[in-house]
């Protein structure tokens, strides 16, 4: 069947980051992720404790810079790893663990100027949470925007308000989509992260999450399964309740479904995880990340569907 999807350059049927960066680049593009070794909003009590039930100790930066290193030592470090496999390449500094402007606007300007000093960059990503901007800080984003190629990465995980609650969020919709607004004003690129198999929700709420996504202006979003690790709140609640864990089929299932209902400009940045093996209990299968997204390309063609197929 004759892939006729218009956002790709490969066998992809959805718009990915890779034919995305190469369009607007002209160059292949990596990102290297950081640990500024800053805090939460809702572990250090500004809103809550504890933290999002199913984050790690290093606060979803698995794969970021060690952070007991200096930030540009972060950056060399991971980016001569990356040159070996991408000579040519050139890189954008992703902030990746925990909340990366939950500091005073002089602190992140100083990060951010010491790597975009750096050889090769042409941008910066930035991971944080909705109830974490400050009108100081959009204000900075907004300058920062004009500098570089910038992107607001927010943490959403579901619009499932109860779900929110259980997984302590900590920040309401209302909250979320305020700042969508917010950012977009400044015309600052928005990827909004989201988990497929959350505890006791239903396909039908993971659809209904990208179909409330689907109606703000974002511009890319990051697609996760849900990682059950050692030594986390949620490792402790399955332990107890044993909730159902989507298998390798049903997650390739709602994605696609997911996938056919996203407009097809809004481009897929990620659309599984790749947890590390030592600190993961379930789901097993997500170790073979690979295997996950040649079988999600499988089934697409199988289906001949393509993203925003349904709407």
């Not at 951010?112 to 974490?132: F, S, V």
């Not at 050692?230 to 609640?237: F, G, V």
Request: aromatic share 10%.
């Amino acid at each position: 069947m004759k892939n006729n999807f218009k956002y790709t350059n490969s066998n992809k049927r959805y718009h990915t980051l890779d034919y995305y960066y190469k369009n607007r680049f002209n160059s292949k593009i990596f990102k290297v992720s950081l640990n500024a070794n800053f805090s939460c909003p809702n572990i250090d009590g500004t809103v809550g404790y504890g933290g999002c039930i199913y984050c790690s100790k290093s606060g979803s930066g698995e794969f970021a810079g060690n952070k007991e290193d200096e930030i540009v030592k972060q950056f060399n470090d991971v980016k001569n790893m990356m040159l070996k496999k991408w000579p040519n390449g050139k890189y954008i500094g992703y902030f990746q663990a925990r909340t990366n402007t939950h500091a005073p606007v002089e602190v992140l300007r100083k990060l951010h100027d010491k790597i975009l000093e750096q050889e090769g960059i042409i941008g910066l990503n930035i991971g944080t949470r909705p109830d974490a901007i400050s009108d100081e800080c959009l204000d900075y984003l907004d300058e920062l925007n004009k500098r570089t190629y910038l992107t607001i990465e927010l943490g959403f995980q579901t619009s499932k308000e109860s779900t929110s609650k259980l997984i302590n969020r900590c920040h309401s919709l209302e909250c979320f989509e305020n700042m969508v607004k917010k950012l977009r004003e400044r015309n600052i690129d928005v990827v909004v992260h989201i988990i497929n198999g959350l505890p006791y929700e239903t396909k039908e709420d993971m659809l209904n999450t990208v179909r409330y996504l689907n109606t703000l202006d974002i511009q890319g979003i990051k697609i996760h399964m849900l990682s059950i690790l050692k030594d986390t709140p949620l490792e402790y609640m399955y332990q107890k309740d044993k909730f159902h864990i989507l298998t390798k089929e049903e997650y390739i299932d709602i994605t696609i479904s997911q996938l056919e209902l996203l407009r097809p400009e809004i481009v897929i940045h990620r659309i599984t995880g790749d947890p590390k093996l030592e600190d993961l209990i379930e789901p097993q299968w997500l170790v073979k990340k690979f295997c996950v997204l040649n079988d999600i390309d499988k089934e697409m063609v199988r289906r001949d569907t393509y993203q925003g197929s349904k709407l």
